[in-house]
C-alpha cells in the first residue's frame, strides 16, 4: 500500500519538511490535507493516530509515525538504499559522522527553531488572528536569529552542510520555517554572512524544494 | 585518554549527559565551567562550543556539543556496553517510535518546561523579576502536552515503547527542575505520568549525578 502523508498543502512548515524528504528519497506517496482551519486535527479520529493533535503524521501500511524530524529520519532509515536517491543521513557505525550530524540536528531544534519562530508568529501569524505585529519586539526577535545565524557562518566556514560535509536531513529540517521569512521581506538567511548564504542558497535551490515552492504538496501517485 | 566532560555542576544539559554516561558506564573527567565568571563565553571555551553553551565533550580529541548529540553518540560508540538506550540499527520501526518520542522531548516537553523553569528560576538568578502570569500559562500549556503523555503511557511503559530509552532519560534534568520552580505537575497529572516520572528521578544514573557532577574514573 502506497505511505500516507497527513498534513497541509503548503511549502512551509513541518508538513513541507517530509514532502521534500519523500521527494528527495523518490518514495511514492498519498497525499491527504488535514484542513486545520476546520479543527479536522482535533478530532478524536485524527488524535487516535496522533495524540498530540498535530500534523504532518503518516501511515505506512499501517505503521503510523508523527513528528516531522522522527518521520524524515524513519523514511531515510527505511529508504536508505541506492535506488532511493541521497542517504541524507550518515550509517550509524560511522560514529563520529554520525555525531556530527546529531549535533546539527540539535542546533536546528534547540537553537535555530525557537528564534526563527518568534519571528514567524510575530510577523506572520499575529495577523492571521487580528492582531498587530509589535515591530520593536520582531526586530528583536529579528536580531536573536542573526546571532544565531552568526554562529552558523563560523560552522559554515568549516563544513559544507549544517549535519556534516553531505547534505542531510538536517539541512531539510530548515525549510519548514526558513524559506518562509523571506516572503515577509526578512533576509537573515542569506545577509547575515557569506557562509550561511552559500547553504542556504544550495538548500533552497534542490529541485525538490524547487518543485514544492511551484506546486505544493501533492500526491506522487 | 579519558573522556572529559566541561559543563557547570548542575547545569540541566550537563547532567543530562552525565546521566547518560553513568548508563553507559563510560569512565569521564569532569571539567568544571564557572558560568557566573562568563568562562563560557571566553575564547577558548567558544572555539570548542560556538554558541557558548554547556556542556562539551572532548573524546580524545575528538570535540562534541550538544547533551543530545553527545547522548546518542555515546549510544553509538558503547552500544554492548552499559544499559540499552536505543533501539538496535536493524529495527527501523523500534527506531522510529523512539526518534518519535525523542522528538515529543525536544518539540513538545522541553520548550515549555526550560521556560517555565527560567521564568520562576533562572530569572531570579540574573536579578530580573518572575513573572507568575506567564509561568501559569506555561504550566497549562505543559499539562496539555501531558494529557498525551498520559494516554501513551498508559498502553506502554516507556515514551517509545517497553522499554526505556535516551528519550525518557533526557526528560530527567528539567522535569525534576519544575518542582523547583514550584510546580507539582509531573505528580499530579495522572496515574501514568506520575508511575513513569517517580521511576524516572528514581534511576540510579540521575541520582548519582543530580547534586552535582564530578569525574568518575571507574563503576
Redesign the interface.
Known sequence: MVLKLYGTPYAFGATAVVAMVLLEKHIPFEFVLVDLKTGAHKTREFRERH???NVPCIEDDG?I???????A??LA??YADQDHGPRLIPV??K??E???F??G???E???FF?SVLKVIQEKFEKPLHGETTDEVALAGYIAELSK?LS?YD??LSKQRFMGGDEFSLVDIFHVGTGPGLALGGIDVMISTGPNVARWWNDVISRPSWVKLQAEGIKSSV | MVLKLVGAPVSTCTRRVATVLVEKKVPFEFIPIDMSKGEHKAASFVSNQPFGQVPYIDDDGFILYESRAIGRYLCDKYPDQGAKLVPALNDVKGRALFEQAASNEYQNFDPLAYRACFEMIFKKRRGLTPDPAVFEQLITALAAKLEAYEIILGKQKYLAGDEITLADLFHIPYATTLALAGTDIMSKQGPNVTRWYKELSERPSWVAVKDGVQSMSSY
Open positions: 495524540p498530540f493533535g505503521f509515525v508523527y513528528e516531522s524530524r522522527a518521520i529520519r524513519y532509515d527505511k550509524p557505525t560514529v563520529q554520525r555525531a556530527v546529531e549535533q540536528a540539535s542546533v531544534n534547540v537553537n525557537p544565531v554562529v563560523d560552522i
